[in-house]
């Protein structure tokens, strides 16, 4: 029974270093990528193929970021 609680405390700690590093890494990266691409897209001609290649790049880095949290709450809600 104690082997078996050690295991479910070693789990645990790990699954909160994972969401971790997840919040503090990655979910910051796509962050910082969202915020200079859309910076990208105002400097750009609208319309232009720069503009249109930008703003799906933006587009795809915020959905990232919206799974990554969706993830991150999922591994939280479960534990």
């Known amino acids: 029974m104690a082997s078996r609680a050690r295991l479910v405390d070693a789990f645990d700690v790990e699954r909160r270093r994972i969401e971790r590093d997840l919040h503090d890494g990655a979910q910051q990266r796509l962050v910082a990528l969202s915020m200079r691409l859309g910076l990208a897209k105002l400097d750009l ?14 587009e795809e880095a915020r959905q990232a970021l919206v799974e990554l949290r969706e993830l991150i709450r999922a591994c939280t809600r479960r534990c």
């Open 45 to 58: 001609p609208p319309g232009s193929p720069a503009a249109q290649q930008v703003a799906s790049a933006h």
